[in-house]
């Protein structure tokens, strides 16, 4: 079968082969993508022991990284909803590959700060594309795409730390350059999803209707802004979690660098489950229902964990990943429900608004953390999920 014919086929059988084979390829960048972003937290310990830094430097790293890698992603996918590039995956993914070689020969706070920047660039353009390819060879299941799509990368922030462990963690900074093997995988793979993608879009079609919101104007920007501010609980609550849990571990319960890390990794796969779980429940019981169970149905573990020991920390953290990581696929389909024929710019958005988030959170998080101690910050943290009482006020679109 050629390129072509197989392209064509991809929108006709959601089951099909070559749909699949697209789905899973991007799924694997993602997850090398996030590994990869996974790995500058995880190292976080060794760069504030070899630099000196601050938590409150700490947090501008993770802010200098989700910055560059939100704000361009809405303007990204905003500009190729209207002119498709479909090899800008791999031009975008040789960012990353710099920032990681960079950061690897990094001899002061501003190289640092420079090579996260790069990294958030291959990030932010390549959440919205990756999204868009999943989008159209999903086959009509967009809940399962957008949580295969999603799951790839919370595999990765999941592998991050255990890699950074065996790879980095008490061998030097150099070590880092071992992680750019993975991005140069990356970029292959992302060779071969463009060319798919480009054979895809040449595919005539017949005329569609114009895509035209199922809610007046007023109505999806009032739910726009109810996912917006969810998405803001919930990462702001997951940031004080990536960023922040290794040194609440070694602080409060005394354990190791590795062992925290071990625990990280245990919180991160449960997010992984979680969210996988998250997108075909989605498509079965309603995107409204699982936001629902989600974000409103961790408070209870996140309001407990500040006062338990360690062996309660961890079955709360891994408790409270997968429950809350089931919301985002849920999220990023309902909002492109909400404006359809903007795949990319809504992608962009929410992945975009999802870095934000985090990387203010982080900064903010570092400086209370550097003011009032670490532990402080889960305290406070702990009732932002009660935010998720929010849902009541989305409407009801699955008709």
């Not at 594309?129 to 990765?156: D, I, K, M, T």
Request: aromatic share 10%; hydrophobic share 55%; net charge positive.
């Amino acid at each position: 079968m050629n390129t072509t014919a197989t392209s064509a086929t991809t929108v006709s059988r959601p089951h099909g082969e070559t749909v699949m084979q697209i789905l899973g390829a991007v799924a694997l960048v993602h997850l090398l993508n996030d590994l990869t972003q996974a790995m500058l937290p995880s190292i976080y310990p060794m760069l504030k022991a070899e630099f000196g830094l601050s938590f409150t430097q700490v947090g501008l790293i993770t802010l200098t990284f989700q910055c560059t890698a939100s704000l361009l992603q809405p303007w990204i996918g905003l500009y190729t909803d209207r002119r498709p590039i479909p090899f800008l995956l791999p031009i975008g993914m040789v960012a990353t590959l710099v920032g990681v070689l960079m950061m690897s020969f990094a001899s002061s706070f501003h190289a640092l700060l420079l090579s996260s920047a790069l990294i958030g660039v291959g990030s932010s353009t390549f959440h919205p594309e990756a999204s868009r390819v999943a989008r159209a060879a999903s086959g009509g299941r967009f809940g399962f795409a957008q949580s295969l799509f999603q799951v790839g990368g919370n595999a990765g922030s999941a592998l991050g730390p255990v890699l950074a462990a065996a790879v980095i963690i008490g061998r030097g900074q150099g070590k880092i350059a071992w992680f750019a093997l993975l991005v140069a995988v990356a970029i292959a793979v992302l060779v071969y999803v463009s060319r798919w993608h480009s054979h895809h879009l040449a595919q005539p079609r017949k005329a569609a209707a114009p895509a035209v919101s199922p809610l007046p104007k007023g109505r999806v920007i009032g739910a726009l802004t109810v996912l917006a501010l969810l998405v803001f609980s919930k990462y702001i609550y997951m940031s004080s979690l990536t960023s922040y849990y290794t040194f609440y571990l070694i602080e409060k319960f005394g354990v190791s660098v590795s062992s925290a890390q071990m625990y990280l990794f245990l919180f991160l796969a449960a997010v992984a489950a979680g969210t996988f779980m998250g997108g075909p429940i989605g498509d079965r019981i309603g995107r409204k229902r699982v936001i629902w169970i989600s974000i409103l149905g961790a408070a209870p573990f996140t309001l407990a964990l500040p006062y338990v020991n360690l062996f309660w920390t961890a079955l709360l953290t891994v408790l409270i990943g997968f429950v809350i990581s089931s919301a985002f696929s849920a999220i990023v389909v309902f909002a492109q429900e909400l404006v359809p024929g903007k795949v990319g710019m809504i992608a962009g958005i929410f992945f975009g608004l999802m870095f934000g988030v985090s990387g203010i959170g982080a900064a903010a998080m570092g400086h209370i953390a550097d003011v009032n101690g670490i532990a402080y910050v889960y305290r406070l943290c702990s009732y932002l999920p009660l935010l998720g009482i929010l849902t009541v006020l989305l409407p009801r679109i699955e008709h």
